[in-house]
């Protein structure tokens, strides 16, 4: 990139050209690519994989690379610009498939929803016997405590984010869900102060399941709608996270998300 330097002074430099075939694959500056056989090679992958990219650093800076400025010596880093750490956002990611999972189970239709209603046969005082179709409260209580369980984790680790992109999208669902505030306290399930969830079982089975099944279950409820918003955290978790995968000096992917110069992991 216009920078000049006389490599004839740089120890280890081999100035009679034995990396000619590396050199030529790089462009000519009337657009042409010298050393046609090599054509695009440094553009690569393989170039990388195999070691002749680093070789051809190693040619190009020599041992005295402390002469080049901007060079810094980390042989095990690579560049980052994510502003999370990588178990970070893999948390991120996990706790939002998480929660996906536990609201895929509520808003469940047909044959396998969690609101189908079944017979459930009482004897009164007098002995005589009923009929009634209830709803399978138990099984109802233990996915929505689930869900609340998993938004939470969701919440907590979405919140601790420097990314704005994912705070963005954590900040909607803290939207969404209060916007149904006062439908959640009616089954039992309370808005505290920092967003997070807490349910009452006592409260919850007593509640209208009806209520609870138009909060929790089909396309458009309030279910559905964190479902769809845990999405976009991964999904922008996930952008944050390529942000910083870069290949190491072996050719290797790197996922570490490690600050460093990238010239320096070739060293």
């Not at 393989?46 to 980390?74: C, E, Q, T, W």
């Amino acid at each position: 990139m216009g920078m000049r330097m006389d490599v004839s002074e740089l120890t280890g430099y081999n100035t009679r050209g034995d990396y000619s075939m590396l050199l030529g694959s790089l462009p000519s500056r009337g657009g042409g690519v010298a050393g046609a056989a090599n054509l695009n090679f440094l553009s690569d992958y393989a170039s990388i994989k195999n070691g002749s990219y680093g070789k051809l650093m190693n040619a190009y800076y020599g041992p005295d690379k402390s002469r080049v400025s901007g060079v810094v010596n980390n042989s095990n880093s690579s560049i980052s610009t994510s502003k999370d750490s990588a178990q970070q956002l893999k948390n991120i990611q996990s706790d939002a498939d998480a929660l996906k999972k536990s609201t895929d189970k509520l808003i469940e239709t047909g044959a396998k929803s969690l609101f189908n209603t079944q017979d459930v046969t009482v004897t009164d005082a007098n002995g005589v016997k009923s009929t009634n179709r209830e709803f399978k409260t138990d099984d109802i209580y233990k996915a929505v405590s689930t869900f609340v369980n998993d938004y939470n984790n969701l919440l907590t680790k979405g919140s601790d984010s420097n990314s704005s992109s994912v705070l963005g999208k954590v900040n909607s669902l803290n939207g969404i869900t209060n916007a149904n505030k006062n439908m959640l306290d009616k089954v039992g399930i309370t808005v505290g102060s920092d967003g997070r969830l807490s349910i009452d079982e006592e409260t919850f089975k007593k509640a209208d399941m009806t209520t609870a099944q138009s909060l929790f279950n089909g396309t458009g409820s309030y279910a559905y709608r964190v479902s769809a918003q845990a999405s976009w955290i991964d999904f922008a978790a996930t952008n944050e996270a390529n942000r910083a995968n870069t290949y190491t000096a072996s050719g290797n992917f790197n996922n570490n998300f490690n600050t460093g110069n990238l010239f320096g992991s070739y060293f």
